[in-house]
T-cell receptor, first 114, second 115 residues
Framework: AQSVTQPDIHITVSEGASLELRCNYS??????LFWYVQSPGQGLQLLLK??????LVQGIKGFEAEFKRSQSSFNLRKPSVHWSDAAEYFC????????????FGAGTRLAVHP | GAVVSQHPSRVICKSGTSVKIECRSL??????MFWYRQFPKQSLMLMAT?????????EQGVEKDKFLINHASLTLSTLTVTSAHPEDSSFYIC???????????FGPGTRLTVL
């Protein structure tokens, strides 16, 4: 069965520090992978997605993620975190077809210290 | 563009009553809408997929008679929790696909508390 694991429930970083949020997936075929961000009172916003091709994908707000098939991972990174990045981050996997039937991880809550 | 709203944002009801949650695509037409449920500190779980003008497709384990979904127009889907019980208390999130695209745009969610 498909599943997504985000091992870190809570992460705190200092503003300006680098960030890596972990995501591991279980899927029988090449997955479609997504990272979403959810700010309080707002809907989930798509940061980036991987369907195929280059395994390093660039997203909005300076985020990037790397698909590593051998590790079944799709970790999200940002070189320098801003206070406005504090939010909840969700990794998701989708069946072929892309966005339908997304399976989400439990989320990682990011806090940013000034 | 691609804004999805939900109403209400929070609702508290008594056990046994029914609650309706609206999901609207404000600036686009949505061929497909999805309803998710999120428990505290857990992931979003897809409940059902609804297409305009047809019956919703429910995920395994989701009671269709308890969670009534209506997708009457290309901009509105409603989820009615019938005879709500405390265990139905949760965060309900909808999303919508814009016509011509399969990207999902998410609403801000509705917090349901059943007393």
């Amino acid at each position: 069965a498909q599943s997504v694991t985000q091992p870190d429930i809570h992460i705190t970083v200092s503003e300006g520090a680098s960030l890596e949020l972990r995501c591991n997936y279980s899927y029988g075929a090449t997955p479609y992978l997504f990272w979403y961000v959810q700010s309080p009172g707002q809907g989930l916003q798509l940061l980036l997605k991987y369907f195929s091709g280059d395994t390093l994908v660039q997203g909005i707000k300076g985020f990037e993620a790397e698909f590593k098939r051998s590790q079944s991972s799709f970790n999200l990174r940002k070189p320098s975190v801003h206070w406005s990045d504090a939010a909840e981050y969700f990794c998701a996997v989708g069946a072929p077809g892309g966005y339908n039937k997304l399976i989400f991880g439990a989320g990682t809550r990011l806090a940013v210290h000034p | 563009g691609a804004v999805v709203s939900q109403h209400p944002s929070r609702v508290i009801c008594k056990s046994g009553t029914s609650v309706k949650i609206e999901c609207r695509s404000l600036d686009f037409q949505a061929t497909t809408m999805f309803w998710y449920r999120q428990f505290p500190k857990q992931s979003l779980m897809l409940m059902a997929t609804s297409n305009e003008g047809s019956k919703a497709t429910y995920e395994q384990g989701v009671e269709k008679d308890k969670f009534l979904i209506n997708h009457a127009s290309l901009t509105l889907s409603t989820l009615t929790v019938t005879s709500a019980h405390p265990e139905d208390s949760s965060f309900y999130i909808c999303s919508a696909n814009r016509q011509g695209s399969d990207e999902q745009f998410f609403g801000p969610g509705t917090r349901l508390t059943v007393l």
